[in-house]
Antibody, heavy 119, light 112 residues
Framework: EVQLVESGGGLVQPGGSLRLSCAISGFTFSDYYMDWVRQTPEKGLEWLGRSRNKANNYAPEYAPSVKGRFTISRDDSKNSLYLQMNNLRIEDAAVYYC??????????WGPGTLVTVSS | DVVMTQSPLSLPVTLGQPASISCSSSQSLVHSDGNTYLNWFHQRPGQSPRRLIYKVSNRDSGVPDRFSGSGSGTDFTLKISRVEAEDVGVYYCMQASHWPRTFGPGTKVDIK
């Protein structure tokens, strides 16, 4: 059974940093592109970026809104995807999801982890 | 970025009656590979989105056949032939033909 579970969310002050993790099971992690998507009541669902698979050298790609502040990485030996978020802003407060990229679609999503940015 | 719009944003429905949600994109979603990467998701409160339809009209395994997707180019539709109580929630379209991927604002479906 395919499972994705995010963790690492919490309360952080503006300007602070947070690293989210996504633990996967049930499939060969290195074969797949993996994406991060966030959701806020104000902006809805927003694609943040992705990590390509092993065959494509794990090359990351980012949305312009987070490029330079967020970094996506992965550790295939730990079956984990990461999202390092730096210089967090009030508007980064959201539920963050990891999702398995199926080539233009997402069949599997994690339950999400909540990030709150507040002083 | 490709802007996705949905209408209506709120849809009160009567159980057993049909429902229809429209999704429009600011540019054609026909990809250079010939596919149209338009997806529909359903989200209930406190849950992550669940995919219903991919590539315009392909219904996922386990999705009731009362759900259907159609459309082409820039205009797409999700139809529910007979609404059931479990269908309440928010429906989103998402395009993956252009980067970055973008989602519609969502259509909230509830029972009258």
């Amino acid at each position: 059974e395919v499972q994705l579970v995010e963790s690492g969310g919490g309360l952080v002050q503006p300007g602070g940093s947070l690293r989210l993790s996504c633990a996967i099971s049930g499939f060969t992690f290195s074969d797949y592109y993996m994406d991060w998507v966030r959701q806020t009541p104000e902006k809805g669902l927003e694609w943040l970026g992705r990590s390509r698979n092993k065959a494509n050298n794990y090359a990351p790609e980012y949305a312009p809104s987070v490029k330079g502040r967020f970094t996506i990485s992965r550790d295939d030996s730990k079956n984990s995807l990461y999202l390092q978020m730096n210089n967090l802003r009030i508007e980064d407060a959201a539920v963050y999801y990891c999702a398995r990229d199926e080539g233009g679609t997402y069949l599997y999503w994690g339950p999400g982890t909540l990030v709150t940015v507040s002083s | 970025d490709v802007v996705m719009t949905q209408s209506p944003l709120s849809l009160p429905v009567t159980l057993g009656q049909p429902a229809s949600i429209s999704c429009s994109s600011s540019q054609s979603l026909v990809h250079s590979d010939g596919n149209t990467y338009l997806n529909w998701f359903h989200q209930r409160p406190g849950q992550s989105p669940r995919r219903l339809i991919y590539k315009v009209s392909n219904r996922d395994s386990g999705v009731p056949d009362r759900f259907s997707g159609s459309g082409s180019g820039t205009d797409f539709t999700l139809k529910i032939s007979r609404v059931e109580a479990e269908d309440v929630g928010v429906y989103y379209c998402m395009q993956a033909s252009h980067w970055p991927r973008t989602f519609g604002p969502g259509t909230k479906v509830d029972i009258k």
